[in-house]
């Protein structure tokens, strides 16, 4: 008996200490790495913001090459959503970005299933003509005496795990494979709800950028004239649909969604609706330069995976090009299928 007293004695003292020292330790970890990459900040936004070329880089793909990801949400920026399950290596749960500042910073919200939520930051500083790139790791566990101890340990939990992922997200943007703009084609099928347009037809070379902006923004700015005389609002990115690419020559027509089109029209400008149904969508981030390489991938990869074009290409600009950088412009391509 007196040693069953003991040991109880030995057990209840270590609860105690237990406790009373958890409470003493700190309620937020912070576990960081940095690494500079020798790319422009926008590139490496651009390869962050979103997690389609996530498990090209990330510490943690080669350990469950098995695992299932499932992506929801917008292909880039606030909102893009990510969730991933797998063997105990790698385990299971979704992260979320929760703010996104071009060529600065990428926040998520991360969700361990069984196991609390955490935040991830990449903060990007410019240097030497490179970025310095800190991913930061923050655990806040308030009450819980458990996640507390657990704290003490997490740095040499994840700490080389995080070093390896920049590693790798350095090799990848360095290599030239890794700029946003060379990124590899990808298709989604997704059901294009069709929009209700405002549309001007143009054409022309397509290899001299210079006069597509010119005539994408003479009919645009006829399209705007309209609308601001008629008291129409826009509804959405300004898109083109592309009706033929023949003997060097792009034919399209430029549109803006709007909330009504029907209503006295003036000059070149035209009403009707956008393709819908059924429609591969392909992401581009990168200068519009380089979109028609990209297109022509776009098409190739259609076909290569047995689908069927059944309707002219749309094209939707969700970026500014006043106020983003060329390398992080974002543009949909919207390919309807049978």
């Given at each position: 008996?007196?040693?069953?007293?003991?040991?109880?004695?030995?057990?209840?003292?270590?609860?105690?200490?237990?406790?009373?020292?958890?409470?003493?330790?700190?309620?937020?970890?912070?576990?960081?790495?940095?690494?500079?990459?020798?790319?422009?900040?926008?590139?490496?936004?651009a390869?962050?913001?979103?997690?389609?070329?996530?498990?090209?880089?990330?510490p943690?793909?080669?350990?469950?090459?098995?695992?299932?990801?499932?992506?929801?949400?917008?292909?880039?920026g606030?909102?893009?959503?990510?969730?991933?399950?797998?063997?105990?290596a790698?385990?299971?749960?979704?992260?979320?970005?929760?703010?996104?500042?071009?060529?600065?910073?990428?926040?998520?919200?991360?969700?361990?299933?069984?196991?609390?939520?955490?935040?991830?930051?990449?903060?990007?500083?410019?240097?030497?003509?490179?970025?310095?790139?800190?991913?930061?790791?923050?655990?806040?566990?308030?009450g819980?005496?458990?996640?507390?101890?657990?704290?003490?340990?997490?740095?040499?939990?994840?700490?080389?795990?995080?070093?390896?992922?920049?590693?790798?997200?350095?090799?990848?943007?360095?290599?030239?494979?890794?700029?946003?703009?060379?990124?590899?084609?990808?298709?989604?099928?997704?059901?294009?709800?069709?929009?209700?347009?405002?549309?001007?037809?143009?054409?022309?070379?397509?290899?001299?950028?210079?006069?597509?902006?010119?005539?994408?923004?003479?009919?645009?700015?006829?399209?705007?004239?309209?609308?601001?005389?008629?008291?129409?609002?826009?509804?959405?990115?300004?898109?083109?649909?592309?009706?033929?690419?023949?003997?060097?020559?792009?034919?399209?027509?430029?549109?803006?969604?709007?909330?009504?089109?029907?209503?006295a029209?003036?000059?070149?400008?035209?009403?009707?609706?956008?393709?819908?149904?059924?429609?591969?969508?392909?992401?581009?981030?990168?200068?519009?330069?380089?979109?028609?390489?990209?297109?022509?991938?776009?098409?190739?990869?259609?076909?290569?995976?047995g689908?069927?074009?059944?309707?002219?290409?749309?094209?939707?600009?969700?970026?500014?090009?006043?106020?983003?950088?060329?390398?992080?412009?974002?543009?949909?391509?919207?390919?309807?299928?049978?």
């Open positions: 008996m007196r040693v069953v007293k003991a040991l109880a004695g030995v057990i209840a003292a270590l609860v105690v200490l237990f406790f009373a020292v958890g409470w003493l330790l700190p309620d937020r970890v912070v576990v960081e790495r940095g690494i500079h990459v020798a790319r422009p900040p926008a590139e490496v936004h390869v962050l913001d979103g997690f389609g070329r996530f498990n090209e880089w990330s943690w793909a080669e350990l469950d090459p098995q695992a299932r990801y499932e992506f929801s949400g917008p292909p880039t606030v909102g893009a959503t990510l969730r991933w399950s797998g063997n105990d790698v385990g299971s749960g979704r992260q979320r970005i929760v703010e996104s500042v071009a060529g600065e910073r990428v926040v998520t919200a991360l969700e361990f299933d069984g196991q609390g939520e955490a935040t991830a930051r990449f903060l990007l500083s410019p240097r030497d003509g490179g970025t310095d790139v800190l991913w930061r790791f923050e655990a806040d566990f308030g819980s005496i458990a996640g507390r101890w657990f704290g003490l340990f997490l740095d040499r939990l994840i700490g080389a795990d995080y070093e390896r992922g920049l590693a790798r997200l350095k090799a990848l943007l360095e290599s030239g494979s890794g700029s946003a703009s060379s990124a590899m084609v990808d298709g989604e099928e997704i059901d294009f709800v069709p929009l209700r347009l405002l549309y001007a037809s143009g054409t022309a070379p397509v290899d001299d950028i210079h006069a597509i902006a010119e005539a994408l923004a003479a009919r645009y700015g006829e399209i705007t004239a309209l609308m601001q005389a008629q008291g129409v609002r826009q509804v959405g990115a300004p898109l083109t649909i592309t009706h033929a690419v023949e003997d060097g020559v792009w034919r399209f027509d430029a549109a803006i969604p709007v909330d009504r089109n029907d209503i029209l003036a000059g070149e400008v035209r009403a009707g609706m956008s393709p819908g149904g059924r429609a591969l969508r392909f992401v581009h981030v990168g200068p519009y330069e380089r979109l028609h390489a990209y297109w022509q991938g776009a098409m190739d990869w259609t076909a290569g995976h689908y069927r074009q059944r309707g002219p290409v749309i094209a939707q600009y969700l970026s500014d090009p006043g106020e983003m950088p060329p390398e992080a412009l974002v543009t949909h391509l919207v390919v309807p299928i049978e």
